[in-house]
């Protein structure tokens, strides 16, 4: 059975910094990304990372201040959030793609299992 658990939100001041944890059981994914919504924007993709090319790929508003990386011995996908801004503020979502691909995946259509969600509040 396929399970991802997200952890390490939090309420935190502008220019703080958080990482966020995913746990994985049940199988291995090529892809693995971070989403984030809130009331206003919708879900959208903030980090990718494709484990056939070992390749990321960041959206342009946290690129330079977020980092996605994945420890294979445990399982686990990161998202290290550097300088936190309040427009951070989001619900942050792990995700996992079943897709065979070396193309980057940034719709949220394209993954097939997500986390519960963790909550990121940044205040300034």
């Known amino acids: 059975q396929v399970q991802l658990v997200e952890s390490g939100g939090g309420l935190v001041q502008a220019g703080d910094s958080l990482r966020l944890s995913c746990t994985t059981s049940?199988?291995?994914?090529?892809?693995m990304a971070w989403f984030r919504q809130d009331p206003g924007k919708g879900r959208q993709f903030v980090a990718i990372?494709?484990?056939?090319?070992?390749?990321?790929y960041y959206a342009d508003s946290v690129k330079g201040r977020f980092t996605i990386s994945r420890d294979n011995a445990e399982n686990t996908l990161y998202l290290q959030m550097n300088n936190l801004q309040p427009e951070d503020t989001a619900v942050y979502f792990c995700?996992?793609?079943?897709?065979?691909?070396?193309?980057?995946?940034?719709?949220?259509?394209?993954?097939?299992?997500w986390g519960q969600g963790t909550q990121v509040t940044v205040s300034s």
């Open positions: 995700a996992a793609s079943l897709k065979y691909t070396i193309v980057v995946l940034i719709s949220a259509s394209d993954y097939h299992y």
């Open positions: 049940g199988r291995a994914f090529n892809t």
């Open positions: 990372l494709n484990t056939l090319t070992n390749k990321t």
